[in-house]
């Protein structure tokens, strides 16, 4: 046990604190930018992921392979998603958020409007109702869709035309976010730092910045990519909720603790710096992670916790914990399924896994850091020599 957790007191709730003080300085991190041991809530997800320690995606990298890390993490090959596809969440995220969080969804995001939200007599969406409302005004019916709605607007903006009707409901949606969002310094914090700005300034001045980037910096497509939600995938989150809170197990698991707790810790074999992010952890030290998945079917799912290394998370965060004075008691993964079914299942991994898994996991860390001090990312074989196969 480190240091940092021989220090702590009778219980590990008391050592809880906010990600940021008041002011928006980070309490993680020191003013020269190195990492603080601690327990830490309401960190961002993005600032989390940039905190630069060793975390469980990282070591399920490293098990595949030393030269799988060095490409994900080292290297300069560059293959990340496209800006457009980072704002494509799907319904697991979303659901995440209402599960864990759902006072952090609500009011962020709207659904994306379709027809049947406007039951308006004449209504026009398709391309042939706007071609026959074009003809109808002797207007010319070339063009793409977006052509055709442009031209039919201009002769008459008091059309019901789906799209415009569309555009209009989010925009009062969007201008009322931003407007009335700003209610508390620590809601201005927030708002800032989703939109990146440096919060270590006068509060007037990051507001001023935040008013003038919003409007400015950030066009209608921008918003609505960050806020409006398709409606297939709104739905699908919200069936993720439900799901997740009928389950009586589940539902008890998911209360009486603390959402999103970030932990830092340094180890002590390795010197490596480690960072954990519990989905949930009660305060009776009993640790939930919400999966949403293709199946909750009990031994497809075995087979995704073996390929997917959740087993390597569950010692991981464990470990993590540990170091940090949280004795992790038991657990528990809550499994969601929604596309083709919707159930939930809770799974825990037996006494024999963990004891093997962990026994893995240190090797693994051990070997990780050999590589950060010899510089050497081999793939499979440290000889080098040639693999006889016997197919």
């Not at 990519?225 to 009928?246: L, M, N, Y």
């Not at 074999?269 to 030290?285: E, N, P, Q, S, Y």
């Amino acid at each position: 046990m480190s240091a940092v957790a021989q220090a702590k007191s009778s219980h590990w709730t008391e050592e809880v604190i906010e990600a940021y003080d008041h002011h928006g300085v980070p309490n993680f991190m020191d003013s020269t930018g190195n990492l603080i041991e601690g327990i830490y809530l309401n960190m961002p997800n993005e600032v989390y992921h940039s905190l630069d320690a060793q975390s469980s995606s990282k070591l399920k990298t490293f098990a595949k392979g030393r030269h799988h890390y060095f490409r994900q993490y080292l290297s300069d090959v560059c293959r990340k998603r496209t800006k457009q596809q980072e704002y494509t969440f799907d319904a697991g995220t979303y659901g995440h958020m209402l599960v864990l969080e759902e006072h952090n969804f609500h009011g962020m995001f709207m659904r994306n409007p379709v027809p049947d939200d406007f039951p308006i007599v004449g209504l026009i969406e398709s391309i042939d109702e706007l071609k026959k409302a074009l003809t109808e005004r002797a207007l010319a019916v070339s063009g793409s869709k977006a052509v055709l709605i442009e031209r039919l607007w201009a002769h008459d903006n008091t059309l019901p035309i789906f799209e415009k009707l569309r555009e209009d409901k989010i925009q009062a949606f969007l201008s009322s976010l931003y407007t009335d969002i700003i209610r508390t310094e620590q809601d201005l914090i927030e708002l800032a730092k989703y939109h990146n700005l440096d919060t270590n300034r006068e509060t007037e001045l990051v507001k001023s910045d935040l008013l003038v980037l919003i409007p400015q910096l950030q066009t209608f497509d921008d918003l609505v990519k960050k806020h409006v939600i398709d409606h297939v995938v709104w739905d699908d989150a919200f069936r993720v909720q439900k799901s997740t809170r009928a389950h009586p197990k589940a539902n008890w698991l998911f209360s009486d603790g603390f959402p999103e707790l970030s932990i830092i810790a340094k180890c002590p074999t390795t010197g490596m710096m480690l960072k954990v992010r519990f989905d949930w952890l009660r305060f009776d030290a009993i640790a939930v992670d919400l999966k949403t998945t293709a199946s909750t079917n009990p031994q497809k799912f075995g087979y995704q916790i073996r390929e997917l290394r959740y087993d390597i998370q569950q010692v991981f965060y464990t470990y993590v914990a540990k170091l940090a004075g949280v004795p992790i008691r038991h657990f528990t993964f809550v499994a969601t399924e929604y596309k083709d079914a919707d159930n939930t299942e809770t799974f825990e991994l037996s006494d024999r896994k963990v004891i093997e898994v962990n026994e893995e996991l240190h090797e693994l860390m051990a070997e990780l850091k050999e590589c950060f001090d010899t510089d050497d990312w081999y793939g499979f074989d440290r000889a080098r020599s040639t693999w006889v196969l016997d197919i």
